[in-house]
């Protein structure tokens, strides 16, 4: 057992953290009050080779591993949450090309990924159908060598400015999730509606939005491993993603952590800094211990997934507890700031606005626990 970084490990994280502190942080604010998408700042991300982390070698990508990814993913977090969900909707939306899609797909859809900066979106999520997947009433018909899509997704990350979108829909609602099939559609193909930008209270800077697909046709050649084959790849995905969204969790819980350390050393009541009041020590001893236990929890998962053996309880297990816990340190950085917390002059405010969703997006912290305790009672 072994906990330390290699040495190439290490050269990532040492460029993902100067890249989050030097050109994220300083800009994280500014594009959080605007709501608008810092493009130059993710195409510099790109061009470090820091996006699309999930790309195999032979497609052009860098060939990370998923511990690399998640040392990626908590270094950028760590300079934005809200950027850095942009940034992650790129491998949740090519993911499902990675582990579903033919080698003659994965070049025509993840090569060019690598020779030009371009967004993706993932199509899961309905107006009426989030945590319940299976549920989703998008429809895939077929038609001759084609398939046509109808129907509604909402809160897409990159909806905006996709290049592609990796779409589930199903083939005939009363299957349920034996129906569910994953299609990729590229931009421009008629019949796609973009809705308006979602003005939400985190994550600003991301672009989201609804989308709706009337009559969008595509090839059958874009279905990802056939018809009716969607739901295994959902799962599958599932299990790659939630372990980078709980290191984007450790990343925001690690900078306000860093932040709340600092200031309180700096602030005096009572005549002495206030990081020499047991109050205040033990908020910082739990911020603590709850980071620790959160990237281990996510480095686990992410072994598992190396190491090519199930995860999906572990995966679980780190989301649900790293957001939790982010949601809870980021609440204690604004407590510890006091009256400044509260103010967008602080950096802490903003960190717990983007804290929330975490604990929201690729499954509700309900969610996981219901995942957990399915794989306790029935695996």
């Known amino acids: 057992m072994d906990f330390s970084l290699t040495p190439e490990q290490l050269e990532i994280k040492e460029l993902a953290m100067k890249f989050a502190k030097n050109e994220m942080m300083p800009k994280a604010q500014e594009y959080d009050d605007k709501a608008e998408l810092p493009r130059a700042i ?3 991300a790109w061009s470090l080779g820091l996006v699309n982390t999930c790309i195999p070698v ?12 998640m040392i990626i993913t908590e270094a950028l977090a760590y300079g934005c949450m809200g950027m850095n969900t942009a940034i992650m909707a790129n491998d949740l939306a090519l993911l499902p090309i990675v582990i579903g899609g033919s080698d ?31 549920g989703i009433k998008t429809t895939i018909k077929e ?12 809160w897409i990350t990159n909806a905006g400015y996709a290049d592609l979108f990796v779409l589930y829909g199903t083939t005939d609602p009363a299957l349920k999730h034996k129906g569910i099939t994953a299609v990729v559609i590229e931009k421009g193909t008629p019949g796609i509606e973009v809705g308006k930008k979602e003005d939400k209270m985190g994550h600003r800077c991301s672009d989201t939005r609804a989308i709706t697909f009337n009559s969008v046709r595509v090839p059958k050649a874009n279905v990802l491993g ?14 790659h993603s939630r372990p980078m969204v709980a290191a984007s969790a450790v990343g925001g819980a690690q900078c ?12 005096v009541q009572f005549n002495v800094p206030i990081s020499q009041h047991q109050a205040i020590q033990f ?14 929890l996510v480095h686990k998962a992410a072994w598992l997934l190396d190491n090519h053996q199930p995860n ?17 340190i980021t609440t204690d950085a604004v407590q510890i700031y006091g009256g400044y917390g509260y103010s967008k002059e602080y950096p802490v405010e903003k960190i717990m606005r983007d804290a929330k969703l975490i604990q929201l997006y690729e499954g509700t912290s309900q969610i996981q626990r219901l995942v957990i305790a399915k794989e306790i009672f029935t695996r």
């Open 283 to 296: 908020m910082i001893a739990d911020m603590a211990m709850k980071i620790e236990a959160s990237r281990l």
């Open 143 to 154: 038609d001759g060598d084609d398939v046509v899509i109808n129907g509604n997704k909402m």
């Open 104 to 134: 003659e797909q994965k070049k025509r859809f993840l090569a060019p990924m690598t020779e030009k900066y371009k967004m993706a979106a993932f199509c899961l999520t309905e107006p009426g159908n989030g945590s319940d997947a299976a």
């Open 226 to 239: 056939g018809l009716n084959k969607g739901w295994n790849i959902a799962m599958k995905t599932l299990d």
């Open 58 to 69: 032979e497609y052009g990508g860098s060939g990370f591993s998923a511990i690399d990814s």
């Open 256 to 267: 306000a952590f860093d932040h709340s350390v600092k200031y309180a050393k700096e602030r």
């Open 42 to 44: 993710l195409e510099q």
């Open 312 to 328: 999906t309880q572990l995966a679980s297990y780190a989301k649900a507890f790293a957001a939790d816990s982010c949601m809870q």
